[in-house]
């Protein structure tokens, strides 16, 4: 067997039904890599620095040496915990549906395809794997990604005041068989000042777009089928979002393409909204709710931020999200209204509560924009 560079599109595909290893040092991989590798690093973030400075501040073939003593000792564990990933691994990783657990196939990345790819690449097929490595890197793969946000998508996008379910409608949407990508549940936060409460760490900048773009190309690569009548109908149904979500932002292509995208908007009365609201929201840790309170406190106001605390003090929840549920509906008014051509873009759904149903409102109001002559 000989180890094969391929390009990012075959890396991609074959990725769906084989393990992918990234070679590359502890720290390169926790800041981002691609979605679902293993992290098998070549070197420690410490053995990586003094491999980089030896090239330059000495040579190309010191480096080498120092690296073969990094790699050796390591050579044998390298073997068996690629051993272990392909045996470990269930039917349908990755969402493929194929089984891949017998699989001897794998599928090796660093930071450009070069030595510390080339050097596991060689072990592992030297055992008897069959390998291939990324051309490029993962540098490649980043290169991918940004330009996957400057694609012409057609998107959908669900308009709401908080409170309003559109979390809960993408959900129902994509169990209909309609393309959703949920924003926030990529960027783990439900993009308010209390949306970090309960969910886990936000990813990094670069591992939120590395997300969002595999999210889109796997959407691209799915066409309609009996099963899923709706995922070719109107594209892709998004969430309407500030393009800040908690510490990450919305690729700025990809925000340009959502603010000129249509606007569905659930409109649903404000007491329904509030009752919502205060069910997902009034059982959190009250200290944290606190503390978010005081984060827009100036937005706020001082007099209402004193209200929304002493209220949830008491234990009066409804009437402390009655006075944040006022504030975030003027925030979202201001930032609906701020996009070009909004006149044309703006379908409103008049909706009695938050409810199941009004996934199914969205779909027939999405057709009937289809069907108009």
Known sequence: MAVEKIHIEKFLALAGEHAVIDVRSPGEYNHAHIPGAYSMPLF?????KVVGTTYKQESREEA???GLDYFGPKMRRMVEETESIVNSRKPGANGSGLTTHDSRLILIYCWRGGMRSGAVSWLLDMYGFKVYTLAGGYKSFRNYVLDMFKLPFHFNIIGGYTGSGKTEALRILQEKGASVIDLEGLANHKGSAFGNIGMPKQPTQEMFENRLGCELRAMSYEPATSKAPFRGLGGIWLEDESQRIGLVNIPHEFWKTMRQSPVYFLDIPFEERLKHITEE?????????IDAIGRIKEKLGALNA???????????????????????????????????GLETLLYTI??????VENAGLLLAALQHQYEKP
């Open 64 to 66: 080498i040496k120092i």
């Open 44 to 48: 420690s973030d410490e053995e990586r």
């Open 281 to 289: 929201y009034g059982q959190l840790d009250q200290q944290k709710l």
């Open 306 to 340: 004193k209200a929304a605390i002493q209220l949830l003090e008491e234990g009066n929840t409804p009437g402390s999200f009655r006075i944040l549920l006022k504030y975030y509906d003027k925030f979202y008014f201001k930032a609906l209204h701020n996009r070009e």
């Open 350 to 355: 008049n909706c009695k509560t938050v409810s």
